[in-house]
């Protein structure tokens, strides 16, 4: 089955129009993983307008969505918030953290931002990966729910959508249409992320907006130069760039585990996709996702996969690639910095060793690419019967979702100069041993600008990093429910599983590719085609 291919329409940039959404929420029943078999509401939910600001000028701007860079800090930083947001109150923030937690007593750090803020913010901070699990035991109990809590927009917490009316409050009449303009800074953020936290047809949460392409393929550009071979962009040149840099005589191999990156290349959509004919056509049943198999299939064949990716280790697939033991590596772009600047602090210099792969694509065929979530997380303020409560909270949030220029981003990423940083000769902030122990951009959970690279210490990866991105964002298709929060019955939960475990069967030769077959029919008999005509009733309404 093929799928049908509309490139991606992206809000122009400066409408200020409202723009509507059916963003449909379908809960699974609280007993025996039912279904309710329809929708809880079809409504349309008002977005807040979009009115884009920009206090200074990108060094490399934003094109059809993608992230725009920033090299250098501006002579003189803009006060977006002019008027303290606070009136004295303090607030609970409930959010995860990456990191020890700081203490809170006597922090500089957060003592400067409730300054600021004219009220006072109390961190409940909890560890990212006991988070859910902590989320989860208080919307038990919705007297002890904080007063802003952060949620994950990729894995919220289960039934989460059956909490939301009942703890948190509903906030499409504080920010749709023009009333957003009373907060210039939350305007500013997309649309497309706003519509990431709407539940029944109503807004209740606040974005954190993520990055439009969220992930690559990254290879040594230095290996690459020294044994002669360009770059590949088709399947057919990623297979002969492969065998030409593997020698395992030189303890040197194509890849790690090539799943990943056989989809990106292939254009394997994400979940579901409209084929040609109308029809639902789940990312299983593609043209798209049998080729990629095949493909991968052969790497394997061919040994051109690192022995311990073979073997399904994963853990080590990074250092493996900073090594150059692996030529080519498929990451998050979140991993892009780091990873590049360890290789180059191996070899003692600042030589570009590690760049993204440009308009991947299965050959005879245009290269394609889906959007990342339009939100990494949202946010939710408690229900309260005190509208000035609310307002004060968005205010709030307004001073978080400054953008790069202003003194309250400045604040927020890097605390009070002369305490948390200093500035070098360029202008760049350099972290003091104090910022060390006091920053937590804990706050950056809850409420955000949009996405904007600005490390200022390396314009040479601020560049690298924008122009991919800005051209593999004209690559972009739509998905038929991108933006949407739906929550699948619990039924499906496990439907998918049987296929994480046949890929690797497949692909490294325990299985032959007709066991795809077997396992479309048993996942369509299992509840497949009852999941499509679950999706199905969403599209019909829509």
């Known amino acids: 089955m093929t799928i049908s291919r509309t490139t991606m329409r992206r809000r122009a940039v ?162 749709a249409g023009d009333a957003i303009e009373a907060y210039p800074n939350l305007a500013n953020l997309p649309t497309e992320a706003w519509q990431f936290g709407v539940f029944n047809g109503r807004t209740y949460g606040v974005p954190v907006p993520g990055e439009l392409v969220t992930d690559a393929v990254f290879y040594r550009a230095d290996i690459f130069a020294e044994l002669g071979v360009e770059p590949p962009q088709t399947s057919e040149e ?95 772009i979140g991993g892009w910095a780091e990873m590049s600047g360890r290789i180059s602090a191996a070899f003692g210099d600042d030589e570009v060793r590690m760049l993204p792969l440009s308009d ?26 005190d509208p000035e409560r609310i307002e004060e909270l968005l205010r709030i949030a307004n001073f978080f979702a400054a953008p790069f220029g202003t003194t309250e981003y400045d604040l927020v990423q890097n605390g009070v100069e002369g305490v948390h940083y200093t500035v070098d000769e360029s202008g760049a902030p350099q972290a003091t041993e104090q910022a060390g122990t006091e920053i937590a951009r804990v706050t950056t959970h809850a409420v955000a600008p949009p996405v904007a690279n600005t490390r200022l210490d390396d314009p040479t990866y601020v560049e690298n990093y924008t122009t991919w991105m800005a051209a593999e964002a004209e690559n972009l298709v739509e998905t038929p429910f991108y933006a949407q929060q739906i929550v699948e019955p619990a039924q499906f939960a496990s439907l998918g599983q049987p296929f994480a475990d046949l890929e690797k069967d497949i692909a490294r030769g325990r299985q032959d590719i007709t066991a795809l077959d077997t396992a479309l029919e048993n996942w369509r008999t299992s509840g497949g085609d009852e999941l499509r005509a679950f999706y199905q009733d969403i599209l019909d309404n829509q």
């Open 238 to 332: 990623f297979l002969e760039v492969a065998r030409a840099v593997t020698d395992p005589s030189e303890q040197r191999w194509a890849i790690n585990d090539p799943w990943v990156a056989a989809t990106l290349m292939f254009g394997v959509p994400p979940k579901w996709q409209i084929g040609e004919d109308g029809e639902l056509i789940h990312r299983y049943e593609t043209e798209e996702y049998r080729a990629a198999l095949e493909f991968v299939t052969q790497l394997y064949s061919e040994g051109l996969v690192h022995p311990d990716a073979v073997a399904d280790n994963s853990a080590d697939a990074k250092q493996r690639f900073e090594s150059g033991n692996v030529v080519m590596h498929y990451d998050g």
């Open 360 to 385: 991947l694509s299965a050959e005879g065929s245009e290269p394609l690419r889906y959007p990342g979530n339009p939100a990494n997380f949202f946010s939710f303020f408690k229900k309260s019967d």
């Open 14 to 175: 400066g409408s200020a129009a409202a723009f509507t959404a059916a963003t449909i929420v379908l809960a699974a029943c609280s007993s025996g993983g039912g279904t309710s078999g329809g929708t809880e509401s079809l409504e349309d939910a008002e977005m807040p307008n979009y009115v884009p600001v920009e206090y200074v000028e990108p060094d490399f701007p934003s094109v059809n969505g993608s992230t725009a860079g920033y090299t250098q800090v501006p002579a003189e930083l803009v006060d977006s918030v002019t008027e303290t947001p606070g009136t004295g109150e303090t607030f609970t923030l409930l959010t995860p953290i990456w990191q020890a937690i700081p203490p809170v007593e006597g922090n500089a750090y957060f003592e400067a931002i409730n300054e600021r803020l004219g009220s006072t913010l109390e961190y409940q901070m909890v560890a990212g990966n006991d988070y859910n699990e902590r989320l989860a035991t208080i919307l038990a109990s919705p007297d002890d729910v904080p007063d802003w809590v952060s949620v994950f927009g990729w894995n919220p917490p289960p039934r989460f959508d059956q909490a939301v009316e009942g703890v948190f409050q509903d906030l499409t009449d504080y920010i």
